[in-house]
């Protein structure tokens, strides 16, 4: 779900806050450590 937020361009702010949590930075930690890349959608 993080994958497909991030395609669609949103910023792990706005994607943390969607899901419910309350630090940004531990999603953004999450993000890095899994090494996960947006896809761009078209």
Do not use: F, M
Request: proline share 5%; no cysteine; hydrophobic share 35%.
């Amino acid at each position: 779900r993080i994958k497909e937020l991030l395609g669609y361009g949103l910023s792990v702010r706005k994607i943390a806050t969607l899901l419910g949590q309350t630090s940004h930075i531990a999603l953004n930690t999450y993000i890095n450590k899994r090494g996960l890349q947006p896809t761009p959608k078209v």
